[in-house]
């Protein structure tokens, strides 16, 4: 069993009489993705500032690293690295000089520089000013810069925004890539196809609660709408599959079948078996469930937005 990176009980927040958060439980075990979702003002942002010390609670339990982020403050933010939503990175300097006054300011050898440009593809460009770079590189150099001293906790918020589809892609890998190696992610993100790739854990934040958290296919499940569809080539198949079915839907025109099913292997071998008891067969058959963004709707009556507020 895994034991805890960040275990957070009760946790409250208020900005004068605005709840911001209002008794939040979660837990991230070590060496996964966890990610919060949730719409504008719904306290991803505040939740990521208490948890690294950039903010205090107003109340409960909040344990980072093993250390109590009220009374170990520094204990903390020497287990964790945090990427912002924006690079932060010096436009004045070259790749390697910012890297390298990152080192200094964490007092570790500068080894680690040579390391981490070979590491995120920046060899090449480690002498240009950062100010030429691409969206893609800053993102890159600016999450390099948060794994010198090694963190074992690293906070992304929205590492992925504004950029092309190559340089997200990449962004993933090194994310896999970290995790593998031990690393814990705590991720914000307004794409929900990023947390449906990445996470291991999502939880859904609303006016200052947890409303649903879960694996990512758990969180489809409880979302109505989840069908498998099957393509036959013979009119005949089709029309006699249709009354085996409770609540099928037929499209002639495509010679399809949808099938109200909740996207799990005993309800798919169970479509399976009554087409093989009638001697019908299939040419095609795919499982479609909702998506985060359902999940999302659903579950907030919001569409997902990027977070400008508290």
């Known amino acids: 069993m895994r034991s805890s990176a960040i275990a957070i009980s009760g946790l409250r927040k208020a900005f004068g009489d605005k709840v911001v958060l209002d008794g939040i439980d979660l837990e991230v075990p070590a060496g996964t993705v966890f990610s919060l979702l949730g ?3 719904a306290g991803k942002t505040t939740t990521v500032n208490v948890l690294t010390t950039l903010m205090k609670a107003d109340g409960g339990t909040i344990r980072v690293a093993g250390h109590d982020v009220a009374g170990e403050a520094k204990a903390v933010r020497k287990a964790i690295g945090v990427t912002g939503q924006f690079a932060a990175v010096d436009e004045l300097l070259t790749g390697r000089e910012n890297l390298q006054l990152m080192a200094d300011l964490k007092r570790v050898d500068r080894q680690i520089v040579t390391t981490l440009l070979e590491r995120f593809d920046l060899v090449e460009s480690a002498q240009k000013m950062t100010s030429t770079y691409s969206g893609g590189m ?5 999450l390099a810069m948060t794994l010198v001293g090694s963190p074992q906790i690293i906070f992304l918020d929205e590492p992925t925004t504004g950029l092309d589809p190559r340089s997200r892609r990449t962004m993933w890998q090194i994310i896999r890539e970290l995790v593998g190696a031990g690393v814990t992610i705590f991720l914000t993100t307004q794409y929900l196809d990023e947390a449906d790739q990445l996470a291991d854990k999502v939880a859904v934040l609303d006016q200052g609660r947890v409303v649903a958290q879960g694996t990512p296919a758990e969180l489809k499940r409880l979302v109505p709408g989840s069908h498998v569809r099957l393509r036959f080539t013979d009119p005949r198949d089709l029309d006699a599959a249709v009354p085996l079915f409770a609540g099928a839907t037929c499209d002639e025109e495509s010679q399809t079948l949808q099938i109200p099913s909740d996207g799990g292997t005993k309800s798919l071998r169970a479509v399976l078996d009554r087409l093989d ?3 019908l067969e299939a040419e095609e058959l795919s499982v479609h469930t909702p ?3 359902d999940v999302f709707l659903a579950l907030t009556g919001h569409a997902s937005t990027e977070e400008t507020a508290k």
Do not use: V, W
């Open 291 to 293: 998506d985060l963004d």
């Open 138 to 142: 800053r993102r890159k150099l600016d």
């Open 39 to 41: 719409p504008n003002g």
């Open 277 to 279: 008891e009638h001697s």
